[in-house]
């Protein structure tokens, strides 16, 4: 072999094992081994490398182009967290009920009037019926028993969500809310909140 051609071999052998290092970061805890790491984030440059390198061999010198093609099919699980590879010809079966959860920090609905807008609360409820969701998280949620903004009463009417549950992190004299809330079309048999001892506008909240 030539000085070149023994020159490109050793720069395949290194990309090689920069591949293989990068392909091994998703198995070993970064706390345990820091280094490799950095071998996975720069795994996408490796591949091109390695890429370039088959289609080198294949005009130079076919005998070393399975360096590269071993070590690529080797870190197969790193390649396809980058690219999604569908070889099926139909569509995949759905054998199992499928439930649509959207999540939405409302923004008190706009009750500041920060857009500008006096339509932004009529947009967002249209918003929400369009999407269909058949459980809703709301955060900076807000309601009120009188007035625009009963947001409960029109999320019921308009949205078609038939069970909610309001955890409210601030009120006044119980007809105005701010919390987070969740809204659903199946009923909910269970629910609570955490309380954050350092914040007093701040929960979180579950439902079953």
Not at 53 to 70: A, D, H
Not at 117 to 135: C, G, Q, Y
Not at 179 to 207: D, L, Q, R
């Amino acid at each position: 072999m030539s000085f070149i051609k023994k020159f490109f071999l050793f720069l395949n052998v290194i990309t090689a094992l920069c591949i293989v290092a990068g392909g091994m970061s998703i198995y070993i805890n970064p706390t345990d081994f820091w280094v490799l790491s950095f071998f996975g984030l720069l795994y996408p440059a490796f591949l091109l490398l390695n890429i370039f390198f088959i289609f080198f061999w294949i005009i130079v010198r076919l005998q070393y182009v399975f360096i590269s093609i071993v070590v690529i099919a080797l870190t197969y699980p790193v390649l396809k967290t980058y690219f999604a590879f569908n070889f099926s010809s139909s569509p995949n079966k759905i054998s199992s009920p499928q439930i649509k959860v959207m999540s939405y920090n409302v923004r008190n609905f706009d009750l500041y009037r920060w857009t500008k807008n006096k339509n932004t609360l009529d947009k967002m409820m249209e918003l929400i019926a369009n999407e269909d969701a058949d459980v809703a998280c709301f955060q900076e949620f807000y309601n009120a028993d009188t007035g625009k903004f009963k947001t409960i009463k029109r999320l019921l009417d308009e949205a078609g969500f038939n069970y909610y549950h309001f955890e409210k992190t601030a009120g006044k004299k119980n007809t105005r809310g701010w919390g987070i809330a969740t809204f659903s079309k199946y009923p909910i048999i269970n629910f609570g909140a955490e309380k954050f001892e350092n914040s007093k506008f701040n929960s979180a909240m579950y439902c079953d």
